[in-house]
């Protein structure tokens, strides 16, 4: 017995429609909860704007790759010192390299001009993002074919290591002591 050959009940569709619409909690009970975070939010004059510019000033992106080449430097001199070996080291800096060299030129791309509208800076965005990835891959690849005695986990711990330290670059400004701080 296929489904169209079961036994249908006289049920109206709407009826069971309508039936489930109000056994459904009413929207307006559940934004009343938001209505205390609403007065909660208050939007800022140009003043406070701008005094909070000053607390939190924006982080330079040339300092966020300073800080990715100098811990992916310090992880191949690592790499160097606990294993006294060349190829490992080599192996980091290629690492280094493949994530400084496409975020330098992303920070180059994206902080040359300014964007006045924001759907262009987005688009922006993306296009250094797009030339990031395919130019970290180009790398790779070539470090792949080039290096004969690579090592891979060295060159991925050592990516991994300069990926992460934005989050270092952000608390040695002490953006995030300073956010918590304001609250």
């Known amino acids: 017995m296929g489904f169209a050959d079961r036994p249908q009940a006289n049920v109206n569709p709407k009826e069971t429609r309508a039936g489930r619409l109000d056994a459904q909690p009413d929207w307006d009970d559940a934004s009343q909860g938001d209505a205390a975070d609403e007065v909660a939010f208050k939007a800022l004059t140009r003043e406070e704007a701008q005094a909070l ?5 924006p982080l330079s992106p040339w300092r966020v790759v300073a800080a990715q080449a100098a811990a ?3 992880c191949a001199a690592l ?3 606990f294993t006294q ?7 980091a800096l290629y690492g280094v390299i493949a994530v400084v060299v496409p ?3 992303m920070a180059w791309g994206t902080s040359r001009r300014p964007v006045g509208h924001a759907g262009a800076a987005l688009l922006s965005l993306m296009f250094w993002e797009l030339i990031k990835i395919v130019l970290v891959i180009a790398i790779l690849v070539a470090v792949a074919m080039r ?3 690579l090592s891979w986990p060295a060159l991925l711990l050592t990516m991994v290591v300069s990926l992460k330290v934005n989050w270092l670059a952000l608390l040695m400004q002490g953006r995030i002591k300073k956010i918590s701080d304001g609250n």
């Open 53 to 57: 510019r000053a607390r939190i000033p």
């Open 85 to 91: 070996e060349g190829s490992k080291a080599w192996s």
């Open 72 to 74: 992916g430097v310090f």
């Open 79 to 81: 790499w160097w010192l």
């Open 103 to 105: 975020n330098a030129l």
């Open 147 to 149: 290096a004969s005695d």
